[in-house]
């Protein structure tokens, strides 16, 4: 792990001292940040202090203040071994430099540069899970990362859904963020602190408050547009219709991100009318780990996009010294039987190198092959027999070596 990152620059600095005066969350600071330059804002703020806060009439009151108030943090963060980033450091995300409000700085511990990975998808839920929301929110995790090692997930370090996402991640050896809503150090909630070395170990914990910072009840509502910025997607595994996890859901709406809704076991069940609210409104109902590739699928071909990258990269030696091992056939109209323009352009080459593949994955390419086209994902698991998340598990290899085409209405060549 890198060595951790203070404010070093005067700008960084500015930013840092600034931070401690205003609240987290608050538009008072960015209504005044003028022309995108924190020196001429420090210092309009510095000159005239008293139009801003109450206890500083005096520019020197001001700055003997904040100047001593930023030589304390800083010296408690370090000593705590806690980095603190700035907006004007490299390692702040983009993500978050899009919304409203943006943090000014993070404090955090673990890898930072998880901040800027992805795909990345946010898991939240009730504080109080119920066995149900538990087991699809490892299930979900466990899936995904057979579809991408590199998936990062991120919640809000509380009882319930959000602990058990983070654990769940790690110990299937993905990645972690933790979104704290009180200070990095602070012992809350107390049963998840034994956890934490196991998150740093694979992950990151972040907060916008100073360490030492007690959580407060409106802190939590301020914290989740940090989650959802930093997420690609949101999944909701349980929620109650005045809940933190359905404003986590709008912000991410708000945001433009996809918001992915488990369906409740029972709608009249109070614990999930907040679920039945937002599939009605318009969000993804998850009826399996399918859905998030499915119906998310410019992320989907992106991560596709990128595997095969990988792929390529990591196999190219090999196949320049042995063509025989990646044999591949072009395939014409002819050969496709097009159906509604969804058949794979002219220009697609299949992989027909089939020696590597088990039976299961044979099995599954010999129903397609005989019918193209007539095949989506569900009518796929009914005919193979198998649960979805294992025929998925099957198909998602199957079309990222190009063995299989998946068109844009979802079937399958």
Sequence with gaps: MSSLIYPKTDEEMMWFKLSLMFEAGSNRFWE??????????????????????????????????????????????QKKNIGIITYANDEYPFTLREIYNPPMVLYYQGDISLLKKTPCLAIVGARSSQTYALEITDKLIRSLKKFDPDYVFVSGFALGTDIASHLSAIRNGCKTIAVKACGVDYAYPTPNMRFVPEILAGGVIISEYPPGTVP??????????????????????????????????????????????????DITDPRYQGNSKLIRDGAIPLLGTQDILVHNRNFVT??????QEKNAAKTSDEAEENNTNAKKVKVTEKDLKPRDGFAPPPDFVFNSDTSALADAELSLLDIIKSSPGTYALSSLADNFGNDPDEVLDIITDLELYKFVYRAENGRYY
């Design 32 to 77: 005044t940040f003028t022309d995108d330059n924190i020196v001429l804002t420090y210092n309009l703020i510095a000159d005239k202090p008293g139009k801003f806060f109450r206890d500083f009439s005096a520019p020197m009151f001001f700055e003997s203040h904040v100047n001593e108030l930023a030589d304390n943090v800083l010296t408690n963060a």
């Design 216 to 265: 407060n009840p409106p802190y939590f509502t301020i914290r989740n547009r940090i989650i959802a910025a930093l997420s690609d997607g949101v999944v909701v595994t349980e929620a109650s219709v005045k809940s933190g996890t359905i404003s986590t859901a709008n912000l991410a709406t708000d945001f433009g991100k996809d918001v992915f809704v488990l369906p409740p076991r």
């Design 302 to 307: 992106d991560l596709i996009n990128l595997q």
